[in-house]
């Protein structure tokens, strides 16, 4: 066996059933991708669309790709005729855009709205209310080829544990609270290599995992 198709194999055993695992494999050779795929993964995370994209060409076509990082509008098309999942959508402009997109290849494309709960500026996402807002808005019910499955949040890149509770605590509340009134919520997208394990007692229900699979990331 590989590395990684241990890594995946240790990492599955404290992944839940009902806990869906993402293989986060931005800056990764195909050829690493391809060792997870032969091991059983079929779901893979990219951040940069372009790379997404070429993987996708050269890899089997029963992967799901999901795009996790954040969208420029103007890239969005690159990836409409065959992503899966956008994690970290975050405006209404982006949402009309990917919804503009994916009616030219008649598709319905997946999204969760990030939710900003990390106190680092760099991070992007909504606040409670613009999610409530944007959730409502009569501009949202036009798009009839989006579908909005659920929330996404990154926690703040730290040691502290309570801490790291306290912003999944935050995102879960609402994904809760949201729940009743959309019944297509499902998906509550926390957790990474570092916190996956806090996360799935946060109630996560799908975690994205990079460097515990494919290794530290060398961005040179
Ligand atoms: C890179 C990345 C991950 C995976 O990070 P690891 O710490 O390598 O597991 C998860 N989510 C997002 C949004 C990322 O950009």
């Known amino acids: 066996m590989n590395d ?15 806990v869906t695992l993402v293989a986060v494999s931005k800056t990764k050779p195909i050829d690493e991708l391809m060792k997870a795929y032969n091991a059983g993964q079929r779901i893979f995370g990219e951040n940069k669309i372009q790379e997404m ?7 089997p076509k029963d992967i799901e790709w999901h795009m996790i990082g954040h969208v420029q509008t103007n890239k969005v098309k690159y990836m409409a005729p065959f992503v899966n999942l956008i994690h970290a959508v975050d405006s209404i402009k982006l949402l009309k855009e990917i919804n503009k ?14 939710i900003k709960i990390a ?43 309570e801490q790291i509770q306290n912003e999944f605590s935050i995102v879960r509340r609402l994904f809760e609270e949201l729940k009743p009134q ?5 998906t509550l997208s ?4 570092g916190d996956y394990k806090t ?6 229900t799908m975690v994205r995992i990079g460097s515990s699979i494919f290794g530290a990331r060398n961005y040179n």
């Open 119 to 161: 106190e680092e500026e760099s991070k992007f996402g909504l606040n409670e209310k613009d999610t409530i807002d944007l959730l409502n808005s009569e501009e949202l019910q036009n798009l009839s080829n989006i579908h909005i499955q659920g929330l996404m949040g990154m926690a703040t890149f730290t040691d502290n544990h």
């Open 182 to 186: 959309f019944p297509e919520f499902k």
């Open 53 to 59: 994209a070429e993987k996708w060409e050269h890899m």
């Open 4 to 18: 990684i198709e241990i890594n995946l194999q240790n990492i599955r055993t404290t992944i839940p059933e009902g």
């Open 101 to 114: 997109q994916a009616q030219k290849h008649n598709r319905v494309i997946n999204c969760l709205l990030q």
């Open 190 to 193: 926390i957790g990474m290599s």
């Open 199 to 204: 996360a799935i007692n946060s109630g996560s």
